[in-house]
């Protein structure tokens, strides 16, 4: 099975700051990927697909980008409510597997 | 608007059965691929398995194949995780999520399942 690996496993970063997430499929899945953002005490939300495509209602500061094996979860600008745990997901076939998650604070 | 609802959660003794449920609401429930995804508490989300829109296909992660089986009924928009032989490791927070095409699109606030003597 294609194992997801992120990185890192936490960050710090400062509001306005430019954050990146990478996760690493360790078989090419083309471009089957999503992030997610999980807020303590909800449901994960779906913010990007395809690995680039942004969710109807997510921010224009989130993108994503990469193909293959290497992926990238940008945030442009971090804002206050944007403090979550982010994980990464490849669904081009089962088992569809997450990444370990990155915990993002401020 | 799209609403997912799991219910079913309990504690339960290793070995035994569980049945949840996940009612959905807001769309056409019969046009959607869902899903079974667990969180340990304080841990990572871990697929567990999904259904094809007509039932006629079925997925499941390793560790629970041979004891869980994912079922829906389209007529009473429902998805459903019967839940055998339950061990200690089952122990989650369950969520349902519907899956347009490969992401998972929307998400229930998730049932909790405690496996423990």
């Known amino acids: 099975d294609v194992q997801m690996t992120q990185s890192p496993s936490s960050l710090s970063a400062s509001v306005g700051d430019r954050v990146a997430i990478t996760c690493r499929a360790s078989l090419g899945i083309n471009n089957y990927l999503a992030w997610y953002q999980q807020k303590p005490g909800k449901g994960p939300r779906l913010l990007i697909y395809s690995a680039s495509t942004l969710q109807s209602g997510v921010p224009s500061r989130f993108s994503g980008s990469g193909y293959g094996t290497d992926f990238t979860l940008t945030i442009s600008s971090l804002q206050p409510e944007d403090v979550a745990t982010y994980y990464c997901?490849?669904?081009?076939?089962?088992?569809?597997?997450f990444g370990q998650g990155t915990k993002l604070e401020i | 608007e799209v609403q997912l609802v799991e219910s079913g959660g309990a504690l339960v003794q290793p070995g035994g059965s569980l049945r949840l449920s996940c009612a959905a609401s807001?769309?056409?429930?019969?046009?959607?691929?869902m899903n079974w995804v667990r969180q340990a508490p304080g841990g990572g989300l871990d697929w567990v398995a999904n259904?094809?829109?007509?039932?006629?296909?079925?997925n499941y992660v390793d560790s629970v194949k041979g004891r869980f089986t994912i079922s829906r009924d389209n007529a009473k928009n429902s998805l459903y995780l019967q839940m055998n032989s339950l061990r200690a490791e089952d122990t989650a927070l369950y969520y349902c999520?519907?899956?347009?095409?490969?992401?998972?699109?929307?998400w229930g606030h998730g049932t909790l399942v405690t496996v423990s003597s």
């Open positions: 259904i094809k829109e007509d039932g006629s296909e079925r």
């Open positions: 997901q490849k669904y081009n076939t089962a088992p569809y597997s």
């Open positions: 807001g769309f056409t429930f019969r046009n959607y691929w």
């Open positions: 999520a519907r899956q347009p095409f490969g992401e998972f699109d929307s």
